[in-house]
């Protein structure tokens, strides 16, 4: 929960026996808005001050005389004032209300005020907080070629993206520390994921053009929730403007893919959203024609242009007291990926052998729709209340098709040459998230502020009859087809739900007080949240009708194939991904503030209480299924920042953080594989780790800044996933493993030379965690081998030692032009944790290049484009010793359209 | 392949309170197996269940020749007994057609010892007055990773397949025996099943699936029809030891027999004697994949002699992947005999590991080495066995066996290898169905 202090007053009561000290408000003269690091100056003295995030500014000890006191702020005319601060004079209070420079109005965006969506608030931001955190600006977004908040964020410097097979990038990686140990917030509220999987709101859901910044906090303060032990990502949506606002954007583009390549398609209309058992009842007795057949019939075509806009509009009414903005994007895209898979196991020499080839085809339509609507209303001064709503809603549909040959056995040289099974699946996806909050902030007296919020969140994921036609090519045992004939495995079909729903309530009060000119700030607080997850799934699997010979028959086309349900009436109850959890989280913290000289203190202590049930619904064996959990943590931290002058500043942070285990990590169930069996593991524990970070920082301008940092974190009890032997059956299953450690070096530059700029970052990062891993021994001449475990040492899944950000800008204001061209490195990193000694999964070195241009048209609108995957960097997986295991290639995606924007 | 969703928790608190337990069961094996390769079969009436109709939590004793009917699913704990005298029939209600379909299935998690005898046999069978392939009645008998001894004697069980729960076939009768976790790899093998001269029919999966460090006997059974589409009929994997003896099998719907190891962990091995073994007509049902009467797969470690193959899609394939440098010189006496021109080329497939062996019989055509059934139906898909397996006189099976063999001593009944190939011995010996 994060609100701005509007309003801050300081206590006038205590006695000084130094000099007078000056202090005052800096507000926009128009809006009443409070201006963040405006420069204070005493002329000719080297008195000066910087206001702080309040708009609050405070020069001390001064010598009674007659003064000019000098304002100066981006975008604004400067003000003098002539002060005269008496003799035995405690303090002085000197408001400025400064007005706005036309001139510099008119390119608002670029050098204008410190506009919220601008990259001077990001750096006033980044400066001003009190803990370590990075800010994208919303001017940043929109001249990058980026259209997710996920995409977004891997700007920021140790922010890179767990980038699945299929292309998707749903999940931050912060600084090496994967996923599940990194919150995602929206406007600073953890709301429910729609993921099936994941605890955390996929960042890709969220259209970049709804948001005002995005903050990647590495070091949380005693307010934030606990559980970021890399970081939090906290997605801010775009605010009520001053004044008239509207703002609008249409482009088209393509994807280099889908023009080499026709579009593979199905009928999406023709999908039920409910299984037979939904549709007639319990335990319905279904039929082949129960199910549906035309999602499984596959056409190919010209894919149609992406079609991206955004539509925003917002103004201030009643005497700029009620804001309101609307703002609506949708992104629809059509991308694909091809690629290939080498499936192998370890032979008792510790080798990967090869057992199947695998060729993967993947179209991928996705609309993205957004909907932010903001509403504040100033009741007084003192007052103000304030409504967010946000509707989220990703629906993807995804056609794949899957050959694979098995190459065991001589004479099988690759694809087709062995036995081939064939799968083509249909498959949407619908996810959709919506939050409404009510929030408040109350001047209590002159110094304490109260603020709360209620919210109300749900998400649903829903795969709605995922189909799946699996047949088969014969092959002569010695290899080489025995004919052409394709035959009729199983159709299936599955349908998939997931439902979450938060109840929030956040409540924080803050004093504020002077001791001896030392300003202090208590602030406590505390949050209760109760959440309710259900989970759905019910298969079908289709058979065919076994011909004469009591064999199955030659396919020839789904929409004929004679088929039966084999179980009937699904599995509803059966299904072990069928399972309900609740989770209530009380907490509670305090702290404090303080400036003593330039050193600015931050101190507190979190505590947070975990309450947690889970159900697997499978009823069909008796015995208890459900599991209570209960735990506390206390999560202290400190945060230091030590100014150097205006333009340097120096950090110490550490605290201490959690990381809960995802939902149905925990849930009791089993599934007996073919090879392998896979449970769920009610006994794990919560991660827990202590953090370190020192920064330095320096901003030579309002623009351009320095940093370089280094971090460090200890976490005990990380969870990953692991295989247990077993005798036999093998397990795979979620397990603590001792301690892991993190640590690295980042390194920031931003910096302007004229119309040039230069951003960039980087990122080094060395984790180590240790868990066993199979290992096949050599008995010598007694011939029992036996499997063995080592532990091995290696880096946190998701971690690259190397991960580099740069950006090359050019802007014109005059010609109303601006171009970025942008690399993304990311070095070797472990993908997929192999369950064997030395085998884990490397992603190869990526190098991503994209490009962007603005240009301004006339006096409303502005013509972009956007490049992204230039090179057409392959995701390819490696073994540690670079053994093949799999390559994907998506395409480079090209985009181009034309901006609006009206501002009053 | 199919896979099943189950039931049961495995997490270690359970690992640490059953290993325990395993501990005490090892004794009762140990005495166990000792009255099993006794004469006397009889089982003594502890606890012995009086009720006709049985459903839910069972143990004791199913007193002799007193018909059952299984009203619902039944389990059997894993500190418990189930013990089933000669002359029991067990009768599953149920109905596949029914809305929910009703499907009934014995698990054990503890100790089953279902002993008939040829005179008084065990039956379990549907209630269906006239059951039909492929359908399944029941869900046959599947023993988890808690059951400790499982003896299953002088028993027939028919139409098993059904679908469990979650939609999976299931298989006629399981075995998924898992050790405690291991350290160093040493799984100590605690399960000890016995299956002998029982009949199983129509089923739709596997037959007999045997899983986990366990130790076997499968001796002198019949399986006839088993598998729709596909479903290997002794299918062996992940770690199983002992012997495959004396069974005949028709009609399997992909591999008669199959030895494998798991592909995610190689340890431990599945170690198999298959020996005088004779199957028929086996693997035309399952289509795409080169099925076999024998396969010897993943890194699995066999013997394998005196078999006799007739009609069979393949004949003995032991592929690249198994433990070869154990097999090499472990196999051969194994005649193969077809009346299907197209399927003598397969005998041994080309493209495998193994090939034509000292003392193998490879028939050329019908009157090269013919095993001289007394009857042999030439229908590789017939429905019905028509066939009685038995040699005549003259057959070329006859004295021309391995008796060196290698075999597994001190699990169930001793039964040596034969003189003549097959499972049918000319001197009445061998498999006694």
């Not at chain 2, 992940?238 to 995610?264: P, Q």
Request: glycine residues 8%.
């Amino acid at each position: 929960m994060k609100i701005r202090f509007t309003f801050l007053i300081i206590s006038l009561c205590s006695y000084s026996l130094f000099g007078a000290s000056i202090r005052g408000t800096v507000y926009d003269g128009e809006t009443k808005e409070t201006l963040i690091a405006a420069a204070v100056v005493l002329e000719k003295t080297s008195f000066h001050a910087i206001t702080d995030t309040n708009g609050e500014y405070e020069i001390k000890n001064l010598v009674p005389g007659e003064y000019y006191l000098v304002v100066t702020y981006l975008g604004y005319l400067t003000s003098r004032k002539k002060i005269i601060v008496p003799a035995n004079t405690e303090s002085l209070r000197f408001n400025f209300f400064l007005v706005q420079n036309a001139m510099v109005l008119n390119e608002v965006n670029i050098t204008g005020k410190f506009n919220k969506e601008s990259d001077q608030n990001a750096r006033a931001t980044e400066k001003n907080a009190s803990n370590v955190i990075n800010v994208v600006s919303a001017r940043t977004i929109d001249l990058s070629p980026d259209l997710t908040a996920s995409q977004v964020a891997q700007r920021v410097s140790g922010v890179t993206l767990d980038r699945s097979g299929d292309g998707q990038n749903q999940y931050a990686i912060i600084r090496g520390i994967e996923p599940r140990y990194n919150n995602t917030l929206v406007n600073g509220v953890k709301i429910p994921s729609p993921d099936s999987k994941n605890r955390f709101i996929p960042l890709d859901i969220i259209p970049s053009e709804l948001l005002q910044e995005i903050q990647v906090t590495k070091a949380l303060t005693p307010e934030m929730e606990g559980d970021g032990i890399g970081g939090s990502i906290n997605a801010i949506m775009k605010d009520a403007p001053d004044a008239l606002l509207v703002q609008a954007q249409l482009g088209t583009g393509y994807n280099q893919f889908c023009f080499d390549n026709k579009f593979v398609s199905f009928d999406k209309s023709s999908i039920s959203f409910k299984d037979p058992d939904q549709l007639h009842g319990h335990y319905y007795t279904s039929t082949q024609d129960d199910f549906n057949r035309q999602n499984l019939v596959f056409t190919n075509s010209q894919a149609w242009p992406q079609a991206v806009g955004n539509f925003t509009i917002g103004d201030r009414f009643f005497k700029k007291k009620l804001g309101i903005l609307i703002s609506v994007a949708d992104q629809n895209t059509r991308s694909g990926s091809k690629s290939e898979t080498n499936s192998f196991y370890i032979d008792k020499f510790n080798n990967p052998q090869s057992t199947d080839d695998i060729y993967r085809e993947i179209y991928l339509q996705s609309n993205r729709l957004g909907i932010n609507a903001k509403i504040d209303y100033v009741i007084n001064e003192n007052n103000k209340i304030s409504f967010y709503n946000i509707y989220l809603n990703t629906s993807e549909s995804q056609s794949r098709y899957l050959a694979d040959t098995i190459m065991n056995g001589n004479g099988r040289t690759g694809p087709g040459t062995g036995y081939v099974s064939i799968s083509q699946r249909s498959r949407i996806q619908i996810q959709s998230v919506e939050s409404a909050s009510l929030m408040g902030s109350h001047m209590l007296w002159k110094n304490v502020l109260v603020d709360w919020s209620l919210v109300y969140s749900n998400a649903t994921g829903q795969v709605p009859d995922m189909a799946e036609l699996n047949t088969y090519h014969t092959v002569l045992a010695g290899g080489g087809w025995l004919n052409n004939a394709e035959y009729l495995k199983t159709i299936n079909h599955t349908w998939q739900k997931n439902i979450d729903q938060d109840y929030s309530a956040y409540a924080n009060i803050a004093y504020n007080f002077s001791i001896h000119h030392h300003l202090f700030s208590i602030k406590g607080g505390g949050l209760y949240r109760t959440k309710y997850r259900h989970n759905y799934q019910n298969d079908y699997t289709l058979k065919p009708i076994l011909e004469s010979l009591h064999q199955d028959p030659p396919f020839t086309s789904v929409l004929t194939a004679q088929v039966y349900p084999y179980q009937p009436v699904g599995n509803p109850e059966y299904n072990t991904s069928n399972y309900t959890a609740n989770e209530r989280i009380a907490a509670g913290y305090i702290q404090a503030s303080t400036m003593v000289g330039n050193l600015q203190i931050l101190g507190g202590v979190r505590y947070e209480s975990t309450e947690q049930s889970n159900k697997n619904l499978t009823v069909a064996y008796p015995g208890y299924r459900q599991h209570f959990y209960y735990y506390t943590d206390w999560l202290p931290s400190i945060h230091l920042a030590w100014s150097i002058g205006v333009k340097q500043k120096i950090r110490l942070s550490a605290y201490k953080a959690i990381a809960r285990p995802n939902y149905y990590e925990l849930i009791d169930y089993t599934v007996i594989g073919d090879q392998n069996n896979v449970s769920g593991n009610p006994n794990l524990r919560h991660s827990k780790s202590w953090n370190y970070d020192l920064r330095y920082e320096f901003y030579p301008n309002a623009e351009d800044v320095i940093m370089a940092g280094v971090f460090y974190k200890n976490i005990t009890d990380p969870i990953e996933q692991t295989l247990l032997a077993n005798g036999g059956q093998p397990l795979i299953t979620y397990m603590n493993f001792g301690t892991a450690t993190n640590y690295g070096l980042e390194l920031v530059l931003i910096k302007y030379f004229r119309n040039f700029g230069l951003s960039g970052n980087y990122t080094y990062t060395n984790s180590s965690i240790s868990s066993p891993k199979l290992y096949y021994v050599k008995s010598g001449t007694t011939g029992n081998d036996t499997t063995s475990y080592i532990n091995e040492k290696r880096p946190m899944q998701g971690q690259s030692r190397h991960v580099a950000n740069l950006s090359l800008l050019y802007r014109n204001t005059k010609a109303g032009l601006n171009c970025q061209l942008s690399f993304l490195f990311q070095g070797n990193r472990i993908a997929d944790i192999s369950f064997y000694y030395n085998q884990d999964f490397y992603q190869k070195n990526y190098l991503d290049l994209s490009f962007s241009l603005d240009k301004t048209i006339g006096k409303y609108f502005v013509f972009f484009i956007k490049l992204s995957n230039l090179l057409n960097s392959p995701n390819e997986l490696r073994t540690q010793d670079n053994y093949f295991v799999e390559k994907y290639t998506y395409g480079q995606s090209y985009l181009f359209g034309l901006k609006f924007k009206l501002k009053s | 392949m199919k896979k099943s969703y189950i039931k049961i928790n495995f997490y270690r608190q359970a690992y640490s309170l059953f290993s325990a337990l395993l501990l005490i069961a090892l004794a009762t094996v140990q005495v166990s197996c000792k009255k099993s390769s006794n004469v006397d079969t009889t089982v003594p009436v502890s606890n012995p269940i009086t009720k006709d109709s049985v459903s839910g939590f069972l143990k004791g004793t199913m007193l002799a020749n007193k018909t059952y009917y299984l009203k619902g699913d039944i389990y059997v704990k894993s500190t418990d007994t189930l013990a089933i005298q000669p002359g029991v029939t067990v009768i599953v209600l149920g109905n596949p057609d029914a809305a929910p379909p009703l499907i009934y299935t014995i698990h054990i998690s503890g100790t089953l010892l279902a002993e008939g005898t040829k005179a008084s046999q065990i039956t379990f069978k549907p209630s269906a007055s006239n059951p039909v392939w492929p359908k399944g009645y029941w869900g046959g008998i599947q023993c988890d990773s808690m059951a400790k001894v499982v003896h299953l004697i002088w028993a027939n069980i028919s139409y098993t397949g059904g679908p469990d729960v979650s939609g999976g076939a299931q298989f006629a009768f399981s075995v998924v025996g898992v050790a405690p976790s291991s350290s160093n790899g040493n799984f100590t093998s605690t399960t000890k099943v016995v299956i002998e001269n029982c009949s199983f029919v129509s089923g739709i999966d596997d037959c007999l699936r045997l899983m986990g460090p366990i130790t076997v006997s499968i001796k002198g059974n019949v399986i006839q029809h088993q598998g729709s589409d596909d479903g290997d009929n002794i299918n062996i994997k992940n770690g199983v030891t002992g012997d495959v003896a004396f069974n005949y099998i028709w009609s399997a719907a992909n591999n008669s027999i199959k030895v494998n190891t798991n592909k995610t962990v190689l340890y431990p091995q599945s170690k198999i004697n298959i020996y005088n073994n004779t199957m028929i007509a086996g693997g035309w049902r399952k289509q795409g994949e080169p099925t076999a009467g024998i396969l010897v797969d993943v890194f699995a470690q066999a013997s394998v002699f005196n078999n006799l193959i007739i009609n069979c899609v393949n004949g003995l394939r032991i592929t690249a992947q198994s433990d070869t440098s154990a097999i090499k010189g472990k196999y051969g006496y194994n005649l193969f005999y077809s009346t299907v021109d197209s399927t003598r080329a397969g005998y041994y497939p080309a493209g495998d590991w193994g090939k034509p062996q000292a003392g193998d019989l490879l028939s050329t055509g019908l009157n090269n080495n013919n095993p001289k059934l007394v009857n042999l139906d030439t229908d590789v898909h017939a429905m019905t066995d028509q066939n009685n397996p038995h040699l005549q006189a003259g057959s070329a099976a006859i004295g021309k066996a391995n008796q060196q063999a290698p075999y597994t001593a001190g699990i169930g009944t001793l039964m040596l290898p034969g003189k003549d190939i097959g499972a049918y011995q000319s001197d009445g010996s061998g498999n006694q169905r």
